[in-house]
T-cell receptor, first 115, second 111 residues
């Protein structure tokens, strides 16, 4: 039973570029949440996708967008990259529309460096 | 923004000792979860406690919840070097579907 997989593992971009990160949820899960974790900080909630729609969003600008596909996999897109976007991006999957009494299963993350 | 804050920020102990870390949060919650993170990679779920529960155990872990004080504690008994990691509390702010993480406690267990 495959867990949550994220790609790529590491990514280096320059300011102003665009990036796409990918996530495949744990088998049987239907909800994907994305988090940004700066060095030494806790994960910050970006948004959550369920039934191919964004259900919840954190305090992130519109430069951050996402998508969920019919097979429940998801993409996170960041446009016009800033130096401050450098962080570990974590994908988490869960069941049943992301009810908050369900535990999250995390991928190993994508380390994004913006130069 | 962070919903929870862990205390202490960092903790160093010897193998065999107990480790206690605390979490304070700001708004009413339905449940509180604790996660562990090794070396800045993915987080692993440890335990969930609901707002109507006061204490929960799982192996060497004991979690308490005091909703009147908006605080929780995680106790790891008889710690091992393999327990070295960062520990985060996460709460669902009432009437939202967001799971919000705290700032974390970095635990170092020396053999």
């Amino acid at each position: 039973d495959a867990g949550v997989t994220q790609s790529p593992t590491h990514l280096i971009k320059t300011r102003g570029q665009q990036v796409t990160l990918r996530c495949s949820p744990k088998s049987g899960h239907d909800t994907v949440s994305w988090y940004q974790q700066a060095l030494g900080q806790g994960p910050q909630f970006i948004f959550q996708y369920y039934e191919e729609e964004e259900r919840q969003r954190g305090n992130f600008p519109d430069r951050f967008s996402g998508h969920q596909f019919p097979n429940y996999s998801s993409e996170l897109n960041v446009n016009a990259l800033l130096l401050g976007d450098s962080a570990l991006y974590l994908c988490a999957s869960s069941l049943q529309g992301g009810r908050m009494d369900e535990k999250l299963f995390f991928g190993s993350g994508t380390q994004l460096s913006v130069l | 923004s962070q919903q929870g804050e862990e205390d202490p920020q960092a903790l160093s102990i010897q193998e065999g000792e107990n480790a206690t870390m605390n979490c304070s949060y700001k708004t009413s919650i339905n449940n509180l979860q604790w996660y562990r993170q090794n070396s800045g990679r993915g987080l692993v779920h440890l335990i969930l406690i609901r707002s109507n529960e006061r204490e929960k155990h799982s192996g060497r872990l004991r979690v308490t919840l005091d909703t009147s004080k908006k605080s929780s504690s995680l106790l790891i008994t008889a710690s091992r070097a393999a327990d070295t990691a960062s520990y985060f509390c996460a709460t669902d702010a009432y009437n939202t579907d967001k799971l919000i993480f705290g700032t974390g406690t970095r635990l170092q267990v020396f053999p």
